[in-house]
């Protein structure tokens, strides 16, 4: 079943790592094994890019660029739009294979894809409407107008946690703006960008622009801090941690280029005590145990109202242990296995942790024995002074704790470094607006009666403080990938100044 996989894709047990206008042969850097979180068997060994291999694939954007920049936008959506047709036939495999090498379940997989489907869609439209508005100006016989321009090479740093959604927010939308791009993803997850690959070059190249969408696979980090430092790039789009996002913003603001950074989340959800619960405790549930709690805006934190603390954990822990933990491929399964055995440990850390500062386990706490990275769904009642509340563990461990007053709960809500997601369940509309006002949450993404995941790619996505400040895929994201002109045209036979200055000579 997976050798069928990986031939549908056309990779093979030893694949290039980089893509350069085509795959190069033999790339020089060390080789990589993908492996299965469900079994540590390993899927895959990559062969992954050297400098040299990088500054080959660099070339190839850069000439790709060159071309692509002068296809009219709404013939580049032409493309975009075959790249969404080879998408829908593939979107079951493609699916499976993201199950396959990052463990979260079949459909979120499969929803995955239906979320690069959408970005191709949304770019198909939108190749019609990258417009510049026109001002009045204060001169006489003067027109004063905005444009937009192709930005150049975007280079493109990935999470494993979305190893292909989220090349599709920025690639497909810089492809749309006219750019090429270059591709680093997560080493956890080198065969879903290979597959990646070869279903949208095989588009690209037939229309003759296979050098759009480059590809380097590197040892850990090394190609993500080439691209940081390559003033060949003039944007770089990184989605991971806020401690790489540390690290990349600097490397890129010394050379003053443009960064636009998707970072980690402290996201928190307040139930109110309008909410209706069953409501509420869907939402939770999805939002903190879905993807085995590593999306950027799982729930990490749960302000409970006081007067319903006990009914909803209540209901919560039974929840918690109905869950079908197991093989994500098999139907009926809500939570796969962990990436990998270091964010197992840091998970069982998180927890030994939290008990020393004082928190309690309702729920879960355990790995589970056997091969595969896989843990239970934990519940720790705490305390939201403790130290390990106010951090990011990629995993599903749920800090509840209650309030009594609204105006404490959104104020323990922006309290922590990071600004990404958060939500309120209240049937109140004076709750509901006081949390979405300026007095309310102070995050990118803030939701009434929906958990904190699961965004439509319609909206800007991002988030704010320690998050980064970046906004991807919908809404008016497009204008980060292009570069703004401000343009005056004298239509008159005088030099009228603005600001009314005289310079009579
Ligand atoms: P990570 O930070 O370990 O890695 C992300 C990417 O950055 C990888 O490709 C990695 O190789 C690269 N990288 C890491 N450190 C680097 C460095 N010093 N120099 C150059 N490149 C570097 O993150 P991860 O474990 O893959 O993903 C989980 C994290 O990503 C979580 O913090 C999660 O919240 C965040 N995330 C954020 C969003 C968002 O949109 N805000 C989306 C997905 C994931």
């Known amino acids: 079943m997976i050798a069928d996989l990986l ?6 047990q030893t694949h290039s790592g980089v893509y350069a206008g085509d795959w190069i042969t033999k790339p020089d850097g060390l080789e990589i094994d993908s492996i299965n979180p469900s079994d540590e068997k390993r899927i ?7 400098r040299k291999n990088y500054e080959q694939a660099m070339e190839s954007a850069l000439e ?9 936008a709404p013939a580049r959506g032409e493309m975009i739009r075959q790249i969404g047709t080879a998408l829908r036939k593939n979107k079951k495999d493609l699916g499976l294979l993201i199950t396959l090498e990052t463990g979260k379940i079949l459909g979120e997989g499969q929803g995955e894809v239906q979320e690069m489907i959408d970005m191709c869609d949304f770019a198909t439209g939108l190749s019609r409407q990258l417009h510049g508005i026109t001002i009045a100006s204060e001169r006489q016989e003067h027109r004063l107008f905005e444009q937009w321009h192709p930005l150049g090479v975007v280079g493109i740093i990935s999470a494993f946690n979305f190893p292909a959604a989220v090349w599709a927010w920025n690639a497909i939308l810089a492809a749309v703006c006219g750019d090429s791009s270059i591709w680093k993803p997560s080493f956890h997850t080198p065969v879903t960008s290979i597959a990646v690959l070869n279903i949208v070059s095989s588009i690209m190249k037939a229309n003759g622009h296979a050098d759009v969408f480059s590809l380097c696979i590197s040892d850990m980090h090394l190609a993500g801090e080439w691209i940081a430092e390559d003033k060949g790039i003039p944007l770089v789009s990184a989605t991971g941690s806020c401690e790489m996002g540390r690290v990349i913003s600097v490397k890129v603001g010394q050379r003053l280029g443009r960064s636009l950074l998707e970072l980690g989340g402290n996201n928190a959800a307040i139930i109110s005590p309008s909410a209706n ?9 999805f939002a903190a145990v879905g993807t085995t709690g590593q999306r950027c805006t799982t729930l990490r934190r749960l302000f409970v109202h006081d007067s319903i ?5 209540e209901k919560l822990c039974n929840s918690y242990g109905s869950i079908r933990i197991g093989n994500p491929w098999e139907e009926g399964v809500l939570m796969g296995p962990l990436i990998s055995e270091t964010a197992v440990e840091k998970m069982m850390g998180a927890i030994e942790e939290a008990k020393n500062q004082g928190g309690k386990v309702l729920a879960g706490g355990n ?3 056997g091969k595969g990275y896989f843990v239970e769904p934990t519940i720790i009642l705490a305390n939201p002074k403790m130290e390990i509340v106010q951090q990011e563990t990629f995993a599903p461990i749920l800090y509840v704790m209650p309030y009594h007053c609204l105006e404490d709960a959104i104020e323990l809500n922006n309290r922590v470094d990071q600004g990404l997601s958060s939500a309120i369940f209240t049937d109140s509309v004076r709750e509901a607006e006081q949390f979405l006002s300026y007095r309310g949450s102070d995050c990118g993404i803030a939701n009434i009666n929906i958990g904190t995941s699961g965004a439509e790619i319609g909206g800007a996505f991002g988030g704010e403080k320690d998050t980064g400040g970046g906004r991807e895929s919908g809404s008016d994201c497009w204008k980060s990938y292009m570069r703004r002109q401000t343009c005056t045209i004298n239509w008159g036979d005088q030099l009228p100044l603005a600001q009314g200055i005289r310079f009579d000579l």
Do not use: C, D, Y
């Not at 895959?44 to 050297?50: D, E, H, L, N, P």
């Not at 619960?277 to 549930?285: F, K």
């Open 367 to 369: 790995r589970i024995p």
């Open 277 to 285: 619960l069953n409501q509420a405790l869907r939402g939770v549930v």
């Open 7 to 12: 031939e549908k894709f056309g990779i093979h």
């Open 64 to 72: 790709g660029f060159e071309k692509w920049r002068r296809v009219p």
């Open 44 to 50: 895959a060994t990559i062969m992954s890019g050297s």
């Open 309 to 313: 603390e006990t009914t909803f954990l």
